[in-house]
């Protein structure tokens, strides 16, 4: 059986993504508008190339 394709990044699903580690500790959070990561820790995007 074929995995279900989510669109994460689509605002009409979500207002945003959190990262935690296994302890719970806010890694990074994900908007349409900002992206910002904890202390120590980055975010890299990848472009798309068409």
């Known amino acids: 059986m074929e995995a279900e394709k989510v669109n994460i990044l689509n605002e009409n ?4 993504l959190i990262v935690e ?7 990074a959070e994900v908007t349409s508008t900002d992206a910002t990561p ?3 820790y980055r975010i890299r995007l990848t472009p798309r190339y068409d």
Request: zero cysteines; a neutral charge; charged letters at 30%.
């Open 13 to 16: 699903n979500y207002t945003r």
């Open 21 to 27: 580690n296994e302890n719970g500790e806010k890694i």
């Open 38 to 40: 904890a202390n120590g």
